[in-house]
């Protein structure tokens, strides 16, 4: 089962404009990590956020948490074409359990 | 270094055969845990194996099953193969120790596998 829903499940932006990107989970977490999926391809890891931390940057990327709304956003600035791709978020691992639930993942177009 | 390897990328496979993928995790990770992604139910966990035990399962039939190498190489296999078991079967590797809850989880490119 998933752990909870991405919001939008779709998003079509301007090359150059910003992506914002969110992600409610269910349960109490340790960990989340963000993946990017192109199209038929694994999933790259992006950036991984622990419970203790609200906000992580690699590059053009920032992630936010808030545990006490159990939810996390991911936003890309100055996008690009190659940014083009599903991105997913996904709790865990906890304890060990080298174990991830993911959302649904919000398929993002950027148009030149 | 290298990441981690799946193979095959790509097979067609008939009803009621059965399937072995093989995944070499990323040097020096000792844990190895599958997902298979459908557009249906998404990306779901199968299994993780951890020096050669399995030490946590998701909510698959019996039909799958893996197992784990000394070189912490893992194999997954499915057998009397379905319809539905049509997928991308992903592999992740991380270095898994139990205190390491913060582990970064890193996927090979993932096996097309298509039931006919």
């Known amino acids: 089962s998933q752990q909870g829903e991405e919001d939008p499940q779709a998003l079509s932006i301007q090359e150059g404009e910003n992506a914002t990107m969110n992600c409610s989970y269910k349960t109490s977490i340790n960990n989340l990590q963000w993946y990017r999926q192109n199209s038929g391809r694994g999933l790259v890891h992006l950036i991984l956020?622990?419970?203790?931390?609200r906000e992580k940057h690699s590059g053009r990327l920032r992630v936010t948490l808030d545990t006490s709304k159990k939810s996390s956003s991911l936003l890309i600035t100055a996008s690009r074409a190659a940014d083009t791709a599903s991105y997913f978020c996904a709790t865990g691992p906890i304890q060990g359990a080298q174990k991830l639930v993911f959302g649904q993942g919000t398929r993002l177009t950027i148009n030149p | 270094k290298a990441g981690v390897t799946q193979t095959p990328r790509y097979l067609i496979k008939t009803r009621g055969q059965q399937v072995t993928l093989s995944c070499s995790p990323i040097s020096g990770h000792r844990s190895v845990s599958w997902y298979q992604q459908t557009p249906g139910q998404g990306l779901q966990f199968l299994f993780e194996y951890f020096s050669e035990t399995q030490r946590n399962k998701g909510n698959f039939p019996g039909r799958f099953s893996g197992r784990q190498f000394s070189n912490s190489r893992s194999e997954m296999n499915v057998s009397t193969l379905e319809l539905g078991d049509s997928a991308l079967y992903l592999c992740a590797s991380s270095f898994g120790g139990a205190r390491l809850s913060g582990n970064t989880i890193y996927f090979g490119e993932g096996s097309w596998l298509t039931v006919v």
């Open positions: 956020i622990r419970s203790n931390e």
